[in-house]
């Protein structure tokens, strides 16, 4: 079946340092790419998304290129700031049934 | 705009005893899902309405879980028994479809605790 993988964390990080969340996808056919934020204490909110190959997503500084040959969709950010500190998932949407696959989740902490 | 509201937010209670959840989409959305996320992990599906209809349900545990959606507005999830693997939080979400709109709106989600 379809699967996310994304890097563990906690990733701890000084303010503007550069931010990379790895993220691979295993699924059949053409899926759309997500990725989710869930900040402390509320709900996720897209951050961005791809909806086909070579198609970068981006928002607030994040960018993220879908990348078929490689089946991947690495989160950056050039500059990261304490306000960005939050739980990041990467997503899957096959629009056969719209269901999301979300990867397990990674924990960023910036610290001033 | 009123994003998608959840209740209760914090929910404690003991193995055995039935707890309910309710969400209230965004106004005019068609389309609701339930989804579980357990700590340190990303959600996973439970159902999915459009409109009134359960379309996907296939990952709810029908032995102890329901759900409705009347007038494919306002939804419920149950748990009857609740076991203390269903400690987790339980996430509401909506979109509207149609015209490759696919986003999905989240809830802040409940935190059930079983003891």
């Known amino acids: 079946g379809d699967s996310v993988t994304q890097m563990e964390g906690p990733v701890t990080l000084s303010e503007e340092a550069f931010l990379t969340i790895n993220c691979t996808y295993t699924a059949t056919g053409y899926p759309s790419l997500f990725w989710y934020v869930q900040y402390p204490g509320e709900g996720l909110q897209l951050l961005l998304k791809?909806?086909?190959?070579?198609d970068k997503g981006s928002n607030k500084g994040f960018e993220a290129t879908y990348r078929k040959e490689t089946t991947s969709f690495h989160l950056e950010k050039g500059s990261v700031q304490v306000s960005d500190s939050a739980v990041y998932f990467c997503a899957l949407l096959k629009a056969a049934g719209n269901k999301l696959t979300f990867g397990g989740g990674t924990r960023v902490l910036v610290k001033p | 705009e009123a994003g998608v509201v959840q209740s209760p937010r914090y929910k404690i209670i003991e193995k055995k005893q039935p707890v309910a959840f309710w969400c209230n989409p965004i106004?005019?959305?068609?389309?609701l899902y339930w989804y579980l996320q357990n700590l340190g992990q990303g959600p996973e599906l439970l159902i999915r309405y459009e409109n009134e209809e359960a379309v996907d349900d296939s990952q709810l545990p029908k032995d102890r879980f329901s759900a409705e959606r009347l007038k494919g507005v306002d939804s419920t999830l149950k748990i009857q028994p609740a076991e203390l693997g269903d400690s987790a939080v339980y996430l509401c979400?909506?979109?509207?479809?149609?015209?490759?709109?696919?986003?999905?709106?989240f809830g802040p989600g409940t935190r059930l605790t079983v003891t």
């Open positions: 791809a909806t086909k190959a070579d």
């Open positions: 106004s005019g959305h068609n389309t």
């Open positions: 979400a909506s979109s509207l479809e149609g015209g490759g709109n696919y986003e999905q709106y």
